[in-house]
C-alpha cells in the first residue's frame, strides 16, 4: 500500500507546471551537521550607521528626510533605468538579447531601525500597504513599465543589506520569468475550465485546511501542496481581485493583518527573525484587465532545522529538479503549533 506520509512522490505546481520531488522518509535519516540556538542580535531604534534610518546618508552621498511613516526613494544602485533606448539584438536566434528599461525603489517601512512586519502595529504595516498601492498605481501608469514586482529580502542569510524593515520595487518593460509562467498557467486554466486557478486552489485548501496556516476575512495562508522551500507559504486573497489596487479599506487592513501573523508564526519556529524572501504576485500594468490573475504573495524562506541550518537547492535539484523531505502538510502543522 502506498503511503503518501512516508512513500516517495512527486507533486505539481499548477502555477508554475512544474513538479517537486518529496521523500518524505529522508526525515529520519541522521543529521550530523550543527544545530544551535542563536541569540537574536537586538538592534537599536535608531542606528548612525544605517543608510535608510531619517536623517542619515545613504551611499551615494544623499540625506533621508526625518521621516515618520513610511519612505520611498529611488534605488540609488538600480539594476534598471527609465532612460534605457530600445534595442533588440538576434543572431540566428541562438544569441538573444533585447534593452530593459525600468525603475528601481527601495520602500522603508518605518522609521525604527528594530522593528519588522512581525512586530509592527496594524496601523503602522496598513501605511506600508498603501505605499505598495500607491507605488504600484504610480510605477504601473507609466508606458515603458508593464510589470511592478514588490519584494521583500528579509535577513543576512537572503542576502538583505540592512535589517532595517524594508523592501524593494523593481518595476520593468517585460514580464519577469516567473510571472510569465505563472500568467500562461492561469490562462491556460481559464480557457479550459472557465475558472480562477487561484479562486479554485483557495476552495480546495479552505475545505481540507491541512495546509492552512493562517486565514482572516480577506485572505488565506497556505503551505502549497507543491511547496518546495521547507517552511513555504503563500498568501492567497480570498476575493477574486487581479491587483492590490482592487483591495477595499478593509482588504488593506485585513493583507496587514495576515502578513504580521503569518511573519510572527516564522519568527517563532526558531525563535530567530526568520529570514525569507517574499513578494507579491499579480497583474502586469501594460493597461489590459487580466482577469486570469489573482492576488497572491509567495514566502520563501530557507531555513530547514534551526536557526542557522538552511535548505540549499543544489545536487539532483540543480540538475533536476526540487526535491523536499519534510511534507508540506507537517509543515504547516508545525506553522499552526508555534
Ligand atoms: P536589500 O537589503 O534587499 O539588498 O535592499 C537594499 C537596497 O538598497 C539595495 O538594492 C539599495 C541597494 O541598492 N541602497 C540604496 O539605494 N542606497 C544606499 O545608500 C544603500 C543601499
Ligand atoms: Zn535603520
Redesign the pocket.
Given at each position: 500500500m502506498f503511503d503518501w506520509t512516508q512513500d516517495p512522490h512527486r507533486r505539481y505546481n499548477p502555477l508554475t507546471r512544474e513538479w517537486v520531488l518529496v521523500s518524505p522518509h529522508r526525515t529520519q535519516r541522521p543529521w550530523q551537521g550543527q544545530m544551535e540556538e542563536t541569540a537574536a542580535a537586538l538592534q537599536p531604534a535608531f542606528d548612525p550607521e544605517c543608510?535608510?534610518c531619517p536623517g542619515n546618508a545613504?551611499?551615494?552621498g544623499?540625506r533621508n528626510p526625518a521621516y515618520t511613516s513610511t519612505f520611498v526613494?529611488?534605488?540609488?544602485?538600480?539594476?534598471l533605468r527609465p532612460g534605457t533606448p530600445c534595442e533588440e539584438f538576434d543572431l540566428n536566434g541562438i544569441l538573444l538579447a533585447r534593452s530593459e528599461p525600468g525603475l528601481?525603489r527601495?520602500v522603508c517601512f518605518a522609521p525604527q531601525h528594530n522593528l519588522t512586519m512581525a512586530n509592527m502595529d496594524p496601523a503602522g504595516l496598513r501605511s506600508v500597504v498603501d505605499t505598495w498601492v500607491e507605488q504600484f498605481q504610480e510605477l504601473g501608469a507609466r508606458p515603458e513599465i508593464n510589470y511592478v514586482q514588490i519584494f521583500?529580502?528579509r535577513g543576512a542569510m537572503m542576502?538583505?543589506?540592512?535589517p532595517h524593515p524594508?523592501?524593494?520595487i523593481w518595476s520593468s518593460h517585460s514580464l519577469p520569468n516567473e510571472i510569465a509562467k505563472e500568467q500562461e498557467s492561469l490562462l491556460a486554466w481559464r480557457e479550459a475550465r472557465g475558472t480562477c486557478l487561484l479562486c479554485d486552489y483557495a476552495g480546495v485548501e479552505r475545505s481540507g485546511a491541512e495546509r492552512v496556516v493562517e486565514e482572516n476575512e480577506g485572505f488565506l495562508t497556505v503551505v502549497p501542496f507543491w511547496a518546495v522551500w521547507p517552511f513555504e507559504t503563500m498568501v492567497i486573497s480570498k476575493r477574486h481581485v487581479t491587483a492590490i489596487d482592487q483591495l477595499t479599506g478593509a482588504e488593506r487592513d485585513q493583507l496587514a493583518d495576515i502578513l504580521k501573523r503569518t511573519t510572527a508564526r516564522y519568527d517563532r519556529v526558531f525563535n530567530v527573525s526568520f529570514p525569507y524572501s517574499m513578494g507579491f504576485h499579480q497583474r502586469p500594468t501594460d493597461g489590459a484587465a487580466h482577469e486570469e490573475h489573482h492576488l497572491h504573495l509567495h514566502f520563501y524562506p530557507p531555513l530547514l532545522r534551526s536557526a542557522t541550518v538552511r535548505k540549499f537547492l543544489v545536487g539532483f535539484e540543480m540538475l533536476g529538479m526540487p526535491q523536499r523531505d519534510i511534507t508540506p502538510e507537517a509543515a504547516a502543522a508545525r506553522l499552526r503549533s508555534v
Open positions: 543608510y535608510l545613504r551611499a551615494g544623499v526613494f529611488d534605488n540609488d544602485f538600480a539594476a528601481c527601495v521583500e529580502n542576502g538583505a543589506s540592512n524594508h523592501c524593494q
